[in-house]
């Protein structure tokens, strides 16, 4: 088999590999229902369609674990980065970093749970208009999106913070998210809040379908305002700008991966005038303070409209960059290869936060300690599934159970049973 990345700090053994090539047949004698992952090991390192594996029968109760448990651990003295290429395995190497020759002179913070992740963002606040009218008014920001789908999917021993800030005047303190993870309030701000105007116009695969204007924005998240301590992961996931160059930064140097969404770095807010709100314009890239901090970055997802200003061909050297691509699903780009990842086939009621929910699936495929294409098309289930409703998506109980019905990675495979071959996901097309 190829080497794989995952959010996970450790070569897989060759011995690992081996235990997984059975003949299908002995796989079936012995009950292992993973011919899907098996398969999906075998990447070409040429582009290619990667489509939703169709599996074998339900793993049956004494099925062994698809993979050993996440091998996230957060090293002491190194601090492994992932290896970008989805087909190549994270690796232990240490990314050296400008302070590293002081780290003696300075306390290095304390290392929290083995899989813990760090969300930065701020919760806001959505108003969705069509044709001048409000038709929704909704919990919006990528860390609602984000928590939502990493409280749902994530293996159970990874638990995560959120940082984000709210003003007064936050209005879904007691929605699920917000709850679970509370943000900062900041007395003096308002919630950063965004008006999405969407045209009548049926919206090609590619283009805007709706315009956003930043409405109010609450304070940035400082460096200070992180915890100090040591993280598995971090999600860079600002809608904006609140997600400051040196937070970014300060997430970097906590945390052992960091994956980020464009979103966070390259929008702009146009000057307001008559009080409608700042309309959202993005810039490039490689003119920001952030671009000297991308090849420190794991992931970068952006989606087809933020492609060109992310620079794919530049970043992809630096780092992994996955282009979300709507109802086609995405790809994958790095350092000498590129994947297509096959989507899943929903009703399209809302896009808000197809791009946040796709990428906290792909961080919860990396935790569960899948390769990064296998982990883009839980991505792309989850994106899909945020499509399909209005808002923040609740999950049907029938997926929760699923993933709530093993602590092995079997569980991972049985969502994609829900789609296999591209039929429809029953439990939220609507
Ligand atoms: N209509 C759709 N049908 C199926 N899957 C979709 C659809 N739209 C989005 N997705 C899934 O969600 C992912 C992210 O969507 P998209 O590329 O539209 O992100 P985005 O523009 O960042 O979204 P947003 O800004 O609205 O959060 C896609 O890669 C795909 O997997
Ligand atoms: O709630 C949404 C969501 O988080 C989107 O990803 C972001 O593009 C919007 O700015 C925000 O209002």
Redesign the pocket.
Known sequence: GLPRSGVSGRRRSSSHVRRHHVSPRAKHRRGICKDALVASRNHPTTPRIYSPPVLAPAPCRRAPPLLPRPPLRLSDTARPTLAPPPNAVAVAATMPEPDDEGAGQQQQPKAGPALEGLVV?SY???VLLRGGRVVGE????????VSNVLDAASPPEASFSVVSKVGPDFAYASAPAPARHPPLLCPARPT???H?RFSDAAASAHAPDRQ?R?VHACDPIYPEDLPDRRFAYGLA?G??GEVLPETLERMIRLCRAVLV?A?ALI?AFDAEGDGSGAA?RHVALEGTPYAGLLQRVAFLKASSEEAPYVGVETARRRCCVIVTEGRDGCRLYWDGGEARVAPFPAVQVDP?????SYLAGFAAGLLWGLSATDAALLGNFFGAAAVSQVGVPTFHPKMLQVCALSRHQCSIFLFFRKAPGGRSIKWDAK
């Open positions: 963002g806001c606040h959505d909704t919990l919006g920001g990528a860390a609602a999106f950063t809040s965004f999405a956003l930043r996931v809608v904006a969404d979103q929008r959202v808000t936060g197809a791009g946040d």
